[in-house]
């Protein structure tokens, strides 16, 4: 099946500050979405995005469908944004998805 | 619009007990999902349903592991019996279409003592 591998697994930042967190998939996908799973353990729609740009707010996403990665920025960050990020990808048209792993991103004040 | 439901949201089991958790998805949403999610993890798919059917159900323990969507609705998912290493987070999510936006629910912790 697909492979999906994050990167970096884990993240510390101070409040303000910028990041970028990939997603590489190892086959052709026809959809992408990142999440955030907060502290609480919710996991929240972030993007669906299985190609170009899109941006809410301090947070945007690209997915270059063509060369197997999406990216997702934070900018600004704040402690709220704190928990784990994920990428998952389908396996088929059905909509089976694999997710990663997942970036552990830590905002301190 | 009301999210995707789960029940219980917390469960302590003994080994070789017998437990099964509800998910109701979003009104009108054919395709259901159960995830098995570790701590440390990512979500790893158990069953995913179209309506009443079943799409895919290959990383699903067949021999201790059940679900059902009878109605195409809500649905039950089993494990009987338990063992240690099913402890776990399990997450219902539901989407409009296969392949669509996935929308999950609170999720239900299981640990089996």
């Known amino acids: 099946g697909i492979q999906v591998e994050q990167s970096p697994p884990d993240l510390i930042l101070q409040e303000g500050a910028n990041s970028t967190l990939r997603c590489n998939f190892s086959d052709s996908v026809n959809n992408l979405q990142w999440f955030h799973q907060n502290p609480w353990g919710q996991l929240i729609n972030l993007f669906y995005?299985?190609?170009g740009t899109k941006q809410n707010g301090r947070l945007s996403a690209t997915t270059v469908a063509t060369e197997r990665y999406s990216l997702l920025y934070i900018s600004s960050s704040q402690t709220t944004d704190s928990g784990v990020y994920f990428c998952a990808v389908p396996n088929t048209n059905a909509g089976k998805s694999t997710f990663g792993d997942g970036t552990t991103l830590t905002v301190k004040p | 619009e009301a999210g995707v439901a789960q029940s219980p949201r917390y469960k302590i089991i003994e080994k070789r007990q017998s437990v099964a958790f509800w998910c109701n998805p979003i009104?009108?949403?054919?395709?259901l999902y159960w995830y098995q999610q570790i701590l440390g993890q990512g979500p790893k798919l158990l069953i995913q349903?179209?309506?009443?059917?079943?799409?895919?159900d290959s990383q699903l323990p067949k021999d201790r592991f059940s679900a059902e969507r009878l109605k195409g609705v809500d649905s039950t998912l089993k494990i009987q019996p338990a063992k240690l290493e099913d402890s776990a987070v399990y997450l219902c999510?539901?989407?409009?279409?296969?392949?669509?936006?996935?929308?999950f629910g609170p999720g239900t912790r299981l640990l089996v003592l």
């Open positions: 349903f179209q309506n009443n059917g079943v799409v895919d």
């Open positions: 999510a539901s989407s409009s279409l296969g392949g669509g936006t996935q929308y």
């Open positions: 995005i299985p190609s």
């Open positions: 009104s009108g949403h054919a395709t």
